[in-house]
């Protein structure tokens, strides 16, 4: 319903959307102000107002639609509800419920003639500059809304807008916020480093049968044996029907010849670009290369390095800016351009090849066209052997018998991990998305039929669980090397905290930092000035947290990225961040504006939710989304 209102009606509600938008990933926090409500018809109700299960059925309906367009596929309630969209959709529904209650609160009101009136004039709503009815029962039909409830529907929007629009535009960011914020981003650091090389270290005297036995006992969950689980598989996908699509070579040649021009191959230039700071500086350029200079070493007279000019074998879709993108498929092989005032900088070009686009012969692409038939063919069939499946289940028949049936791929999956590693630590499943099938096998019962799983690639697997084996304790003599391993670990991790906290003391005494990368048996690396979100070779990103923490000539230390070793490092040099441009102070200040509004919205929500009080009945909502029909 949202992506609906945002096509049919921006005009409207403009900048609610935005505010909306804002609610949607501000108000996760409703779990602080809900009752634990189970009883009564509506399925939340915050303060006096209902939120009722057919208006959730309507919103999650809409998203979920929404959300399939966008993945290319049906996703199911039960993959809905693995992503949370179940809860974000009513938390939305919450959040605007209180708003309009606070809007009750104040006594906010809009008549039915000033709704008509918006609607009227609303331009989402106008066909050559005049109100066009049909479009506005287009948008009901879309919304599966009757007359009266698009009126409500806009009367609340237009409440809710009243106080958000003054909420959001009430919102300043301070200059010294931005200043600060730019400050933080873009300040780099010099860091030098070295990592602790354990096998330096006293070796560990070998360890006693009790010392082992005491570490098993207190470390016994990690001694013990996998949960496995039989499943039999039958698994339907696009690229096994695919196989036994009835193509013939004469309709693989008929669809060539109707599509033969989605074939084409592009042409592609060899390009090169030299970009300027502004036109007079492009100009001149120009004009050196027009009196003899070559083009590239005019790019390195102006700041551009050889590789950043070379854009490579392009074709005219891969450009981003439309102009540079025409002038360049505009030029002769060995040209230069003229003054390219482009939509994001200005440039000189070069092209040095042009490799001509063509239609390829039928020869070239029968393959590509018989598996495009083949693929129309299987995703036609898809539905019908879906539906062969389900019958087979509906009768009671085991999936191996169905498989049979129809001639589709079984599988029987013995003792599998939830890692999909059977008894001989190979893999259990070798099918696309056998992680996904494995996890279904593993949410199921005995005896109880699971949901499909959809294929990625298109398809279903259907999943049975045959027998289940689970977690036991592995005794001490199977396990002693493995305890063995565990205690070395340990003891080796210790022994380095212990070493790196005397190597630290050292520094901090005044002992060179080289000599004492030597005694730890490493070697000391500085890096290039550095920002925060940078992680350089041999500094983890715990590290660089902690560099970004300390004054200049002050010593950290971290685990290394495997666990196994400690690195050290000193805070060499911090430098500021350069000055922002006019632009980028601009979009930093729009950045902290959206961020500022969100926490605004945030804030007023769950004081409203507070205020009001919210209860879930949760039942209901299980009911609902079909939660309560998922196995435990």
Do not use: C
Request: hydrophobic share 40%; glycine share 8%; net charge negative.
């Amino acid at each position: 319903m949202l992506e609906s209102l945002k096509k049919w009606a921006s005009g409207w509600v403009a900048f609610f959307m935005i505010a909306l938008l804002i609610l949607s990933f501000a108000i996760w926090g409703i779990a602080d102000y809900i009752t634990g409500g189970g009883g009564g018809n509506a399925l939340a109700t915050v303060g006096g107002k209902e939120i009722t299960s057919q208006e959730f059925q309507r919103e999650f309906g809409n998203e979920l639609n929404q959300l399939s367009r966008q993945a290319g596929q049906r996703i199911t309630y039960e993959q809905a509800r693995a992503v949370g969209l179940d809860s974000r959709v009513l938390s939305q529904m919450i959040g605007s419920t209180a708003v309009e209650a606070h809007a009750d609160d104040l006594d906010l009101a809009l008549s039915d003639a000033t709704i008509a009136a918006g609607l009227a004039s609303d331009p989402n709503f106008q066909s050559g500059g005049k109100f066009d009815r049909s479009l506005v029962a287009r948008l009901q039909q879309e919304l599966g809304l009757s007359e009266r409830g698009l009126f409500e529907l806009r009367r609340k929007d237009e409440l809710r807008n009243q106080i958000t629009t003054a909420l959001l535009r009430s919102t300043v960011v301070p200059d010294s916020m931005v200043e600060a914020l730019s400050q933080w981003r873009g300040e780099t650091r010099v860091i030098s480093h070295f990592t602790i090389a354990p096998d330096k270290l006293a070796a560990l005297p070998e360890p006693t049968d009790e010392e082992l036995k005491k570490t098993y006992e207190d470390n016994k969950s990690r001694f013990m044996t996998e949960p496995r689980r039989d499943l039999a598989v039958l698994h339907l996908s696009v690229t096994d029907l695919k196989k036994k699509a009835p193509i013939t070579d004469e309709e693989v040649r008929k669809a060539y010849e109707q599509t033969k021009e989605s074939y084409e191959v592009a042409e592609k230039r060899q390009i090169e670009q030299i970009p300027f700071k502004d036109k007079a500086a492009a100009e001149k350029a120009l004009a050196a290369i027009k009196g003899g200079e070559d083009f590239m070493a005019v790019a390195k007279a102006n700041g551009v390095q050889e590789s950043d000019a070379r854009l490579g074998l392009m074709q005219k879709s891969g450009f981003i800016d439309k102009k540079i993108a025409d002038a360049a498929f505009k030029l002769a092989k060995d040209e230069v351009s003229g003054v390219v005032d482009g939509a994001f900088t200005t440039v000189l070009l070069r092209v040095t090849s042009i490799e001509p686009g063509k239609v390829p012969a039928f020869e070239e692409v029968k393959d590509k066209v018989r598996d495009q038939l083949e693929t129309e063919w299987a995703n036609s069939q898809l539905q019908d052997f879906y539906g062969k499946v389900e019958d087979g289940r509906a009768e009671g028949k085991p999936l191996k018998a169905i498989a049979a049936d129809i001639d589709i791929p079984f599988f029987e999956v013995n003792g599998v991990t939830r890692g999909n590693v059977d008894l001989n630590e190979q893999p259990g499943l070798t099918v696309p998305d056998a992680s996904a099938i494995i996890a279904q096998g593993f949410r199921g019962q005995i005896g109880l039929e699971g949901e499909p799983v959809e294929l990625a690639a298109g398809g279903y697997a259907w999943v049975d669980v045959k027998t289940i084996t689970e977690s036991a304790q592995r005794a001490f003599e199977e396990v002693k090397d493995d305890v063995k391993r565990f205690w070395t670990d340990e003891k080796t991790r210790t022994k380095v905290i212990d070493e790196t906290n005397k190597f630290i003391a050292s520094l901090k005494s005044g002992t060179d930092f080289a000599k004492v990368a030597e005694e730890a048996g490493g070697t000391v690396q500085t890096t290039a000035a550095v920002g925060r979100t940078t992680i350089p070779d041999g500094l983890s990103q715990n590290a660089m947290a902690q560099a970004f923490t300390l004054k200049t000539g002050e010593y950290g230390n971290a685990e290394t990225a495997d666990g196994k070793s400690r690195t050290i490092f000193r805070v060499d040099e911090i430098k500021k961040a350069p000055e922002l441009s006019v632009e980028m102070k601009q979009q930093l200040h729009d950045e902290l504006l959206q961020q500022l509004r969100t926490d605004s919205i945030a804030a007023y929500v769950a004081a409203l939710q507070k205020r009001y009080g919210v209860d879930i009945n949760q039942a209901l909502l299980r009911r609902v989304t079909g939660a309560d029909q998922t196995n435990p």
